[in-house]
């Protein structure tokens, strides 16, 4: 071992003797730049933050990079760095011009550097080969800028770099790959065929995203004889579509829709009521249900109303009784009861003053910190729990983090909750969570159901479906909707 050791120390020697004879160039200051650029990750947020403008394989591959630097970094200084302590290069082994200003004191092995350029690349690239390659050589340029500014040797930046590419992996334990294909259903529709959008009612929500960018445009050029309306904040949006569709006089045949998911389960609903199909141009800031449905952008909707190409798929329902009486929702996603209405309502409070992203992080946080059990009869059965997830179809992966629906028309929902009503639930429930171990744990339990039936005992509660807050309740009856809405798509 010790041997073998030398031999590395000799070698990285040689490499670094080498590079510091290399004659001066331009290349100095850009690798200088950079090597500065990259610390404590700064530079690959930056990075990140490009690449989550695009929506897609890009925008999952910035937000698997940003996990996998957190689990790079974490093992490479603050585990590593104490197990093996290494004098970092003399200062004197490589050109004044190429020292940096502020060198770093911590042990030289490994390469925290290397370690979240290869873990970022790592992670991207298993989203958007081309999104991995195109940043490719700026990691690489970042590897190497640290043995050219001499605060490192090769051979930290080697097991850096093999850090990096382990975390960029194990970011698959937790949040497993999926074919990015549209979800399966049995069930072809009839839809008529949408020249223009002649006959169509869309409504259409400038605000939904994050971009800031009215969708109408995208619209206007898909159904360019679409009838547009605009959500009038005074106004609920089905009551609206409801008034809108009565005065057109029997003359709409479909409903258009251009905004995010909560936008798009509010017309959803409508659609269904009315027996209409319905087109959606997604315009929000994840698009999950246009994702699943296999819609991604406008011109798929384009294609699909102009060839009258549907498919009919499951809705959630919820019907709720609270102190304004009767109400029911529709949900195309997720329904949830317990700490996630919390954070929504939280969340849209801070957005009157923050970014919408740092808002509900913020929220989240708070939510957490002060939650408090759930006092219910699950299908009859007295539990506490801290939330409540109820999914339209099945969700997949099992666990904490369900990304995707395989298919749209198992006519089951996806239940999962915390048990609050045992010893260290939270606690127990975040160990599971980083194990992976949430299927063995029992503090959570998911099944797949067609029916769900939640009664609160303390007092009333907001439901929330499909990232929008709603009536408040004390009886919550879930059930799953088998192929309650046409919808437009091409057929794969």
Known sequence: ????????????????????????????????????????????????????????????GALRGVAAIAGASASANLVCKLLFPRRRPAAEEVPVHRRLTKRPTSSSFPSGHAASAAAFTTAVAMESPKAGLAIAPLAAAVAYSRVHTGVHWPSDVGAGALIGVAAGLATRHWWPLHPDVPARTAHDAEAPLMVDGEDMLALVNPSSGVDGQDPTEDVRYAWPKATLIYPDPATDIRTQLESAIAAAGGTVRALGVAGGDGTVAAVASVAAEQGLPLALIPAGTLNHFARDVGVRSMPDADEATENGSAVGIDLGEVEVDGPSGPDRRWFVNTASLGGYPEMVRVREKLQERLPKWAAGVIALVRTLRHAKPLRIELDGKRIAVWLIFVGNGTYAPKGVVPSRRPALDTGLLDVRYLRADLPYSRARFLLATLTNSLTASHVYRE?????????VLDGNRRIATDGEVGPLGNHFRFRSRPRALTIYRNHP
């Open 1 to 60: 071992m010790k041997r073998q050791l030398r031999q590395v120390g000799e070698t990285d020697r040689e490499l670094v003797r080498l590079s510091a004879a290399l004659p001066r160039t331009r290349a100095d200051d850009v690798l200088t730049a950079i090597s500065v650029a990259a610390n404590k990750g700064r530079l690959w947020w930056a990075v990140g933050a490009v690449l989550a403008t695009r929506k897609g394989a890009t925008r999952r």
């Open 447 to 455: 099944a797949d159901v067609a029916e769900l039936d939640v009664r």
